[in-house]
């Protein structure tokens, strides 16, 4: 059974920072991380290919740094300059074919 584990979130004024860890039990291919502010939809923040390919919502752009480091089937988020409004759940998604596996989530709160 595939297993995503997240690690990392925490409490943290504006303008700072965090780093997100996400630990699969196995390879994966393209691999993502997703958020779930209160009262929203589930969206996508960033993306990472096997090939190292990156890409962003525009939102984010600027401020963080996906990255996966394959010899530890890990990816992560480095979080910059961050704002109330990046308050979510983070969830890490990674795809095997056509199957996609989440998971748990890590709760990211920016507040003074």
């Known amino acids: 059974q595939v297993q995503l584990v997240e690690s990392g979130g925490g409490l943290v004024q504006p303008g700072g920072s965090l780093r997100l860890s996400c630990a699969a039990s196995?390879?994966?291919?393209?691999m993502a991380w997703y958020r779930q502010a209160p009262g929203k939809q589930r969206e996508w923040v960033a993306v990472?290919?096997?090939?190292?390919?990156?890409r962003y919502r525009d939102s984010v752009k600027g401020r963080f740094i996906i990255s996966r480091d394959d010899a530890k089937n890990t990816v992560y988020l480095q979080m910059n300059s961050l704002k109330p409004d990046d308050t979510a759940v983070y969830y890490c998604n990674g795809k095997i074919g056509t199957i996609n596996y989440w998971g748990q989530g890590t709760q990211v709160t920016v507040s003074s």
């Open positions: 196995r390879s994966m291919y393209n």
């Open positions: 990472i290919t096997t090939g190292g390919s990156t």
